[in-house]
């Protein structure tokens, strides 16, 4: 397991250990009441996106033991750096309802963590401000709009605080602090009897030959042992300062300009750079980065910087949440579900696109999970 001592748990112990604990007083019971072997889930990665999909999986999936296979963990996973605000896009090879379920279950599932006394132990709170527009967007209600809470259009007065931009959004959303949200969710993945393994993938068919359904949720790294053309890097810088009094988000429609006020600091972006690798923070960036959100809110002038981060985001046309099948040496078919791909949205998407999964794993053991799906 992970960090767990000297010595390093593979996924060969691991899966054994699973079939031995089966035979065990405990586990034993659950074999004889099922009369069902467990199907063995693994879960390629512990971002936002795996440990989403590895929680909805073990809670919901009571004949199946569900395994995360990580090259790193949380605080360690791009994930962690994420400034958390729920806002969509809209990508173009998803039908638009299937985006809009993916977003509505995400939010729905953070209001209720928001509004419960687990809010402050998972980083999850409501976030009102106002998106803004340099020019007057074609759809000025977006297919979103219904989903964040209180959204309208700007009034005249309040734009008139942005003189180089033309229209503007205001709603309340939800923001979700990985750094906070990514340990609740791995202790609620480890009470419904999941594992976590610490280690690197390099070859997906070695890791089907463990299991008996693969869930791909790598983010970025899956271009280390998945040929997809479509995925890129896209870079994003940000700056966390001191500045209490900011109470409000304030996010440039084009996505690259953004203010977050967060629990312990205010996340000031950014950039999107598009195939660029590099993860050291950039000093021309961070000038960019001061000066234009200065522009937007004079008064963070007065606030101080608290550190700097740089992340790559797992960047795709779509985020791709389909089931394919590979074929091993040994004859046996095993279900690949692929989910990432998310790009700028991950956090936004994460529970909304591990329903989905949790649909597609359904439909491959025909078993009917037992809540609603
Ligand atoms: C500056 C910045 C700001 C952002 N702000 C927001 C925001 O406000 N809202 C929002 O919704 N999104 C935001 N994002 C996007 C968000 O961070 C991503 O969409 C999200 O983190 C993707 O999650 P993931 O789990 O797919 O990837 P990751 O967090 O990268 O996790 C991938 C996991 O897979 C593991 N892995 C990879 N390769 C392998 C392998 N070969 N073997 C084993 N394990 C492997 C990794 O170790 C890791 O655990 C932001 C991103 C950046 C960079």
Redesign the pocket.
């Known amino acids: 397991m992970s960090g767990s001592g000297p010595h390093k748990t593979t996924i060969r112990e691991a899966t054994c250990r699973v079939k031995y604990d089966m035979t065990g007083p405990d586990a034993g019971q659950i074999h004889f009441v099922t009369a069902m072997a467990p199907v063995k889930v693994v879960v390629?990665?512990?971002?936002?996106?795996?440990l989403s999909t590895a929680v909805c999986l073990a809670e919901n999936l009571p004949n199946c033991s569900v395994t995360i296979?990580?090259?790193?963990?949380s605080p360690n996973?791009?994930?962690d750096?994420?400034?958390?605000?729920?806002i969509t896009t809209e990508f173009p090879d998803v039908p638009v309802d299937r985006q809009l379920r993916w977003f509505k279950d995400t939010f729905d599932h953070l209001l209720a963590i928001a509004e419960s006394s687990e809010a402050g132990k998972a980083g999850v709170f409501l976030s009102t401000g106002c998106q803004i527009f340099k020019e007057v967007p074609r759809d000025k209600k977006p297919y979103w709009s219904d989903v964040v809470l209180g959204f309208r259009t700007l009034t005249e007065r309040e734009l008139k605080r942005f003189p180089h931009h033309k229209f503007g959004h205001a709603f309340t959303t939800l923001k979700c602090e990985c750094m906070s949200y990514l340990p609740w969710l791995e202790k609620r993945f480890r009470n419904a009897g999941g594992m976590i393994i610490q280690e690197?993938?390099?070859d997906l068919r070695s890791l089907a030959s463990h299991f008996d359904i693969v869930i791909n949720?790598?983010?970025?790294?899956?271009c280390?042992?998945l040929e997809d053309v479509d995925v890129e890097p896209i870079r994003?810088q940000?700056v966390h300062l001191h500045a209490p009094w900011v109470k409000n988000f304030i996010r440039d429609a084009d996505g690259k300009t953004y203010i977050y006020p967060g629990m312990n600091s205010v996340i000031l972006?950014?950039t999107r750079q598009v195939g660029d690798w590099r993860l050291e923070v950039d000093e021309v960036d961070r000038q960019g980065i001061l000066a234009r959100c200065c522009s937007l809110e004079p008064s963070l002038r007065g606030g101080h910087i608290l550190r700097e981060w740089v992340?790559?985001?797992?960047g795709r046309r779509s985020p791709r949440v389909e089931k394919e099948q590979i074929q091993l040496q040994d004859g046996r078919k095993v279900p690949v579900i692929h989910n990432?791909g998310?790009?700028?949205?991950?956090?936004?998407l994460s529970w909304g696109t591990a329903l989905n999964v949790l649909r597609l794993v359904s439909q491959c053991i025909q078993h009917p999970p037992i809540s609603r799906l």
């Open positions: 390629v990665g512990a971002g936002v996106i795996g296979v990580s090259q790193h963990l996973t791009t994930s750096g994420a400034a958390g605000i729920l690197k993938v390099t949720c790598s983010g970025l790294g899956c280390s042992f994003g940000v972006g950014g992340g790559l985001r797992p990432y998310h790009g700028g949205n991950g956090v936004t």
